[in-house]
Nanobody, 119 residues
Framework: QVQLVESGGGSVQAGGSLRLSCVAS????????MGWFRQAPGKEREFVGR????????FYADSVRTRFTISRDKVKTAIYLQMNSLRPEDTAVYYC????????????WGRGTQVTVSS
């Protein structure tokens, strides 16, 4: 089984930047993709972006495409989310998730890290 631990959340003013990290441990060789999701208070969890583990292909939600960047470190089995030009509407708990080979969807989740953007 894979375990995920996020870090790097915090509070920032609008226009600022944060970098989130997610380190995976365990059976990471079976990972198909890793991604970031977020959930704001009173809202459903939404997809932010993902990176395919085999070839590094990336895909983003339209709302963050020009501002957020996902990267990975294959040696550390980690992914990162560089968030620039942050907006108050980016405030949410950000979750790292792994889609393991053979699973229908993202099946391993971290506990999340809070990002708060003030205006």
């Amino acid at each position: 089984q894979v375990q995920l631990v996020e870090s790097g959340g915090g509070s920032v003013q609008a226009g600022g930047s944060l970098r989130l990290s997610c380190v995976a441990s365990g059976r990471t060789f079976s990972t198909h993709a890793m991604g970031w999701f977020r959930q704001a208070p009173g809202k459903e969890r939404e997809f932010v972006g993902r990176i395919r583990w085999s070839n590094g292909e990336k895909f983003y939600a339209d709302s963050v495409r020009t501002r957020f960047t996902i990267s990975r470190d294959k040696v550390k089995t980690a992914i990162y989310l560089q968030m620039n030009s942050l907006r108050p509407e980016d405030t949410a708990v950000y979750y790292c998730a792994a889609h393991q080979v053979g699973a229908q969807d993202y099946n391993v989740w971290g506990r999340g890290t809070q990002v708060t953007v003030s205006s």
